[in-house]
Structure formats: structure tokens, C-alpha cells
């Protein structure tokens, strides 16, 4: 389609008719324990990219991402450190240049602030997306989930939902897409390969 941002992962891509629409702030929920970062790593290759980390060091991010085996790109890592996580984070994301990917990693700790100021922070963070034509992809995991993590869903555009789970002696992950504003909103579940690279599992019959 038209105007869609690319994500990189071309399973992704064609689910979402070409990528994601410039401005789009999409919520990645995923389980502790996943290779949910595998899919962060690879949107990196895709454009010019500023990795906010709240929990990892940016050392960290970096080495992860440089051995990483599958395709990625050189973003910029900044780990998010002081007392007031909103208002740095804020900061950081003011210098997003035009046509970027911004990724956080994870949304935890900023969840966990005052509501009124996290979501003054979503409506912020949504308008700079729109103002530079950027994607903003909030990685959101489950479990110890924060009370604000409602009002992360209700911002996001879109809503990817990663499930790991083991189906006899296999390990498999589904990717599925409950919300989605951009547009046609994809029905069923993607199965996916987390291994060296996201790609679409074809060892059985996909859904």
C-alpha cells in the first residue's frame, strides 16, 4: 500500500499490506523468557533506528545486536537511566530524525510511573511519531504486568502479540494482530521461526 513503512521482516510486511503507516505506534507484547528481541533487531535493518533501553545497558543492547545472526542495521542505543524516566526518554525521542524507527525496550519502567504523566507521554510520543513519519515499536512484556500497561494498548495503533508455547516436543511461537488502526487488520495467527532470523515456520500447517 501507498505510504506504508516497510518493517523489514517480510512476513510482517505482507500481513500488513506493505508495513506500517508513517506515525503508527505499535504495542509488541511477549513473554519474559521469548526471542521476542529477535523481531526488535531485525526492524533495525529497515531504517535509521533509536533503541531507547530501560532496563539493559546500552553495552549490552549494542553486543547483542552486532552478534546478532540475522539482518540487522546500526541503530542508535541510549539506555534510559535517571529518576524521571518519562522526561528522558522524552528528551531522547525529541532529536528522532525524520523517517525513523524508534524502539523501547521495554515499557515497563515507564508504565510504572504517574498515569496522568504517562499518558500526557503516549499523546507526546504519538505526536512526534506523526510529525516525522516514524514507527514507534513498544515492547511490552507479560506477566508482573504494570497498571498502566491498559493505556499503552489503548494508545498503540496496533497491538502484536507474540505467544510461545510447547506443542509436544516442538517449541512455537504465533504472532497475532488484535488491533491494528493502519487498516486491514490481519485475522489469523503467523507462525513463526525465532532461530537465526524471523521467518515464517514451515514445518507444519500454518494457520
Known amino acids: ?3 506504508r513503512l516497510d518493517t523489514g521482516i517480510s512476513v510482517l510486511d505482507r500481513k500488513l499490506d506493505g508495513g506500517l503507516p508513517p506515525g503508527c505506534l505499535v504495542a509488541f507484547a511477549a513473554e ?3 526471542q521476542s528481541e529477535l523481531l526488535l533487531y531485525e526492524l533495525t535493518a529497515a531504517r535509521g533506528t533509536l533503541y531507547l533501553s530501560t532496563e539493559r545497558s546500552d553495552d549490552a543492547v ?3 545486536i552486532e552478534t546478532s545472526p540475522s539482518s540487522v542495521g546500526s541503530p542508535t542505543v541510549r539506555h534510559v ?3 524521571t524516566p518519562l522526561e528522558e526518554a522524552t528528551r531522547l525521542v525529541g532529536a528522532l530524525p525524520d523517517g525513523a524507527n524508534l524502539i523501547i525496550d ?3 519502567v515507564l508504565e510504572r510511573t504517574d498515569t496522568n504523566d504517562y499518558v500526557d507521554f503516549l ?5 512526534t511519531m506523526l510529525e516525522t ?6 515492547h511490552c512484556l507479560k506477566g508482573d504486568e504494570p497498571a498502566n500497561r491498559t493505556r499503552t494498548y489503548h494508545a498503540a495503533d496496533a497491538v502484536f502479540d507474540l505467544r510461545t508455547e510447547i506443542a509436544g516436543t516442538e517449541l512455537e511461537n504465533h504472532l497475532t494482530i488484535p488491533k491494528f488502526r493502519g487498516g486491514r487488520q490481519p485475522t489469523d495467527a503467523i507462525k513463526l521461526e525465532l532461530t537465526e532470523e524471523v521467518a515464517i515456520d514451515t514445518s507444519r500447517d500454518i494457520a
Request: avoid cysteine.
Open 106 to 108: 521495554t515499557m515497563d
Open 1 to 3: 500500500m501507498v505510504g
Open 123 to 127: 499523546n507526546e510520543l504519538k505526536s
Open 32 to 34: 519474559p523468557a521469548s
Open 133 to 138: 513519519g516514524s514507527i514507534a515499536m513498544l
Open 81 to 83: 537511566t535517571s529518576d
Open 62 to 64: 549494542r553486543h547483542a
